[in-house]
């Protein structure tokens, strides 16, 4: 399963954006949607994201400015972000999981896009 995010850009300060992440192949079903993003010198942190089985959840630092839109049956994610702030640049990820439909037993995957690029800064 492939997973493509888009949408990055550079935005200023205050502005919004909304990135999208389209998932392609055979899959069965999706459980688990969700974005995270990495900023230069720092790990990889939880920005949103919606599981069947607890709901969704928000970075602390986004809760309130960012909305995470799942469309399972397009097998796509969006993010929106308004409110945008300049620590909020980082390179922005797409995690898809669920599982894929194979010629044998179907199998769970774990997807991740290559990332998209948002810079917030005036």
């Known amino acids: 399963v492939q997973v493509v995010e888009s949408g990055g850009d550079l935005v200023q300060p205050g502005g919004s954006l909304r990135l999208s992440c389209a998932a392609s192949?055979?899959?069965?079903?999706?459980?688990?949607m969700g974005w995270y993003r990495q900023a230069p010198g720092k790990q990889r942190e939880l920005v949103a994201r919606?599981?069947?089985?607890?709901?969704?959840r928000y970075g602390d630092s986004v809760t309130g400015r960012f909305t995470i839109l799942t469309d399972k049956r397009n097998k796509m994610v969006h993010l929106q972000m308004n409110s945008l702030r300049p620590e909020d640049t980082a390179i922005y990820y797409c995690?898809?999981?669920?599982?894929?439909?194979?010629?044998?037993?179907?199998?769970?995957?774990?997807?991740w896009g290559q990332g998209t690029q948002v810079t917030v800064s005036s």
């Open positions: 192949g055979t899959i069965f079903n999706i459980y688990d």
């Open positions: 919606q599981r069947d089985d607890y709901g969704t």
């Open positions: 995690n898809i999981q669920g599982v894929e439909i194979t010629p044998g037993p179907y199998v769970e995957f774990s997807s």
